[in-house]
């Protein structure tokens, strides 16, 4: 009998194909458990421990990085400071009490040795405020009188006669020891009432009085709105009718009897552009504070966070009611304030 040689056999499932399949390939081919690292070629072995093809791997991880970087800060950028949001003339006005500086002011400054409120320099924005709620104005009228009174009390005082003068000489020499004095009283009270010598308690009550007649209804309806009378509306309140006035950018919005009249109690100190004014100021006093001699002051930066999240109440509230309207555009524009107050958890 002839020897009976044993076929080779694969361990693998059998399929259909594999099954029907005589050819050499399919009964030779072994079974490999070896992992897939082994498995990859010379070329791919070579790329990994290539240093050229590392350092682009690097270059290209840096260009990514850098890249999400610029991005991040010009997201940022545009969005804004949730604190600060974009300095402004106004805001920074803020830091010394007095008005932004214009080219109208700037054209009608005048010499600080000249008198304020003459006719020949009239008063700027920038001179009507002082401490303790004074003006310029009232200062120079104070110091006039008061020249008057010292001159008379001069004139009175009791002197030892002096026989070696004339009284020429004797009456130039009190007129100038008289001026003398009263340049001594004026530049002190001057310096007394200058703002710049102010505390933050009195540049705060100057700011407020500031936000108040910038951002005020009883200043911004005649400003703002125009007079016009285009339709009547029914006031839902008592069924009265009250005129519709029309904005500038084309909106109506119907006015309360007591506006619309022009007659009010007094200086609006409660609607919401006005506290939201005051809470920028003061957080950026309190900003201000915290940056330079406060670091470690973790009172005053709770007091900031509440400030903040209280302005970013009232302002989500403003932006529902005067959403694209003329009292928000003119709030945002000139507190510079942007998206990241009042949009979004803001964390300090």
């Known amino acids: 009998m002839p020897p009976r040689i044993p076929i080779l056999t694969c361990l693998r499932a059998q399929t259909a194909t594999n099954h029907c399949s005589t050819g050499p390939s399919a009964l030779l081919r072994p ?45 940022s950028a545009s969005i804004g400071d949730p604190v600060r949001g974009i ?8 830091d010394t009490g007095l008005p932004p500086i214009t080219p109208d002011t700037l054209s009608k400054s005048r010499n600080p040795a000249q008198k304020v409120g003459t006719q020949d320099t009239p008063l700027t924005p920038r001179d009507e405020h002082a401490q303790h709620g004074l003006t310029p104005a009232q200062v120079e009228k ?40 009263h340049h001594n009283r004026a530049t002190a009270l001057r310096r007394i009432v200058n703002l710049a010598n102010a505390s933050s308690k009195d540049r705060t009550q100057v700011n407020t009085q500031r936000c108040i007649s910038t951002f005020g209804r009883h200043n911004t309806d005649r400003t703002l709105f125009t007079s016009s009378t285009p339709s009547v509306t029914l006031s839902p309140a008592d069924g009265t009718e009250a005129p519709s006035t029309e904005a500038a950018d084309g909106t109506s919005s119907t006015l309360s009897p007591a506006a619309a009249s022009g007659k009010r109690a007094g200086p609006d100190t409660g609607s919401s552009e006005v506290q939201i004014a005051i809470l920028t100021a003061k957080i950026r006093t309190l900003a201000n504070f915290l940056g330079t001699r406060g670091k470690q002051d973790k009172v005053n930066k ?23 309207g003329p009292r928000w555009t003119h709030l945002i524009e000139t507190l510079g304030l942007t998206e990241a107050t009042w949009r979004g958890e803001i964390s300090l």
């Open 302 to 324: 709770r007091n900031l966070r509440l400030l903040v999240h209280r302005r970013q109440k009232l302002l989500a509230y403003m932006r529902r009611k005067e959403r694209a």
């Open 31 to 75: 079974f490999s458990a070896a992992p897939s690292r082994d498995a990859s070629t010379a070329t791919h072995r070579r790329k990994s421990h290539d240093p050229y093809v590392l350092a682009q791997a690097r270059a290209r991880k840096a260009a990514n990085l850098s890249r999400q970087t610029v991005l991040r800060e010009e997201r």
């Open 87 to 94: 300095t402004t003339p106004f805001v920074e006005s803020f």
């Open 142 to 181: 104070s110091l006039s009188h008061s020249e008057l009174i010292n001159a008379a009390l001069y004139l009175e005082r009791p002197r030892d006669a002096d026989m070696t003068r004339s009284a020429a000489e004797v009456a130039a020499d009190d007129a100038r020891e008289l001026a003398m004095d």
